[in-house]
């Protein structure tokens, strides 16, 4: 019944500040060599190669005063992925003045996780999952797909009662109190937002959370939700796609969407592979094509700056914000170097 996340936000700036792992613990390593190499006998090499990488941001730093509270956005994580393999796009979202809530699925879709039981201190492992033989892909990971929209929407419940001033245990004992959120959150401004299988993902917690205002779908893997849903989708979507992923059938789902809701939108980064919208893209050009195969031609900082762009101007758009991300607005049209309206089904910028 718990919830797993790693929460980002705007914090005060202050000298010293430690800097959280990118990769919280070996075990996740396992689970990454498991999902990516299949051999999870990798586990050690990729533990030298990222164990000791650090997310450039302050852990447990004090949050930041707002008057008027902050935009709250409910982040969910691609299959095979887990809660901090985003800290790129979550980090540059917090410090536009949003709060971001990576959540971990329990699923079996992450690559690991784990979840504490009543026990006091037991710790139990939930690894990855792969299609069980005779079991057809779409039934497994539809189900799936349920589950992960649901724990979206309970992590929606979680700072609705924060705001409403109650106490919530976290169990992980942090110095870090969930309590000073209570009125520096404004829930009338919300949004689902995911990657890959979280992409679509934040699809289906529109149908089952109306408070929910849009979606960002970062390349979004569609296959997972079933057609009767389509119609039922009720508010805008952004799909943000890379050039290397997308099937025209999956396209065709997104189209779906965008013939019924005139302000959804279906843009393509050029240059860009699937795990660009990771903080894989990251890694040194060497690691990441052993681990993932090729990678994009676009520059990652760029891709990620055109990505959060255009996100910023969907959000401001549907969520009312009195910002300036209105400057971005042409990327929505897939208008601006390096993006293209919806999918170029056309020779490879790559």
Known sequence: QGLFLRLFYPCLPRAGAAEPLWIPRSEYCGGLADVTLGRRWCSALLSIAIGSCKVPVSWNGSLKPCSSGYPLIIFSHGLGAFRTLYSSICTELASWGFVVAALEHRDHSAATTYVCTAEAGTEEWIPFQRVPQGQK??????????????????????????????????ILHQDWDLSVLKDSLDLTKVAVMGHSFGGVTAVLALVKEP???CAVALDAWMFPLENVLYPEVPKPVLFINTEK????????????????????????????????????????????????????TLEPHRALAITTRAALAFLQRHLKLEEEFGQWDELLEGVGDSVVPDAPFCRSHL
Request: glycine letters at 8%; charged letters at 25%.
């Open 137 to 170: 892909e779409f039934y497994f990971r539809n189900k799936q797909v349920h589950q992960r929209a649901r724990e979206c929407v309970r992590a929606l419940r979680l700072f609705q009662g924060i705001a409403g001033g109650r106490a919530v245990p976290n």
């Open 211 to 213: 408070s929910f205002r």
């Open 245 to 296: 992923f997308q099937t025209p059938e999956s396209i065709a789902k997104m189209k779906r969407l965008s013939s019924r809701n005139s302000q959804t939108r279906i843009v393509t980064v050029l240059g860009t592979v699937h795990e660009d919208q990771t903080d894989f893209a990251f890694l040194p050009g060497k690691l990441f094509s052993r681990v993932f195969g090729r990678r994009g």
